[in-house]
């Protein structure tokens, strides 16, 4: 049920996604060099690698690491890197991840495929058994500013506790965080 759930909605989403992510395209390449989309390697289900694309909102010489292991990370953003992380616009094309089943709306982030403290704790806990999200319940309980072994309690909670209304409950947490911009700070 949940990736029939996931289809549904991204169905619903692709048309009104893809116009805001047309103009997005457009600010990215009139703004900054590079690409528009920046491919991040992940680790996925099972501890599986894959490619997860995001509107890039980093300089293309930023390191691939996680944006809180930067020093001075807001040195790294394009002109508007800011405000696509703060609004999560650079992560529309995540729903091409949704599509292809890679990622589902709802489940703990995705891993950077370096981030081994967090991946070896997740899979220690069977976290890694599940479909990473576009959000999850660590996402809407700190998102950037959890410890790795808070992250990985709140994802065994979601683990735990995971069901069709808890996902829905998740999703619209979610919206009013994005909304009221809670918890990003880069």
């Known amino acids: 049920m949940k990736r029939l759930f996931d289809i549904v909605l991204a169905s619903i989403a692709l048309a009104p996604v893809l116009a805001l992510s047309l103009v997005v ?4 390449k009139l703004t900054s060099k590079g690409p528009v989309l920046y491919w991040s390697d992940r680790i996925g289900r099972n501890n ?18 996680a ?4 020093n001075n990370p807001e040195n790294y953003l394009t002109p508007i890197g800011g405000l696509l992380r703060k609004s999560s616009l650079d992560e529309l094309p995540q729903l091409l ?19 081994n403290d967090l991946i070896a704790l997740r899979t220690q806990y069977g976290v890694e058994k599940l479909t990473p999200g576009l959000t ?5 309980n700190g998102r950037d500013e959890l410890p790795i072994p808070r992250k990985v309690a709140l994802d065994v909670e979601y683990l735990q506790q995971r069901s069709f209304w808890f996902d829905i409950k998740i999703l619209l947490m979610t919206f009013l965080k994005v909304i009221r911009r809670d918890n990003v700070t880069h």
């Open 48 to 65: 599986q690698d894959f490619r997860m694309p995001k509107f890039r909102s980093m300089r293309v010489e930023t390191p691939a690491v």
């Open 67 to 70: 944006t809180h292991l930067l």
């Open 97 to 115: 991840s949704i599509l292809n089943g890679n990622m589902s709306f709802v489940g703990p982030r995705p891993a950077l495929f370096n981030q």
């Open 25 to 28: 395209a457009l600010a990215i």
């Open 136 to 140: 999850g319940w660590a996402q809407i």
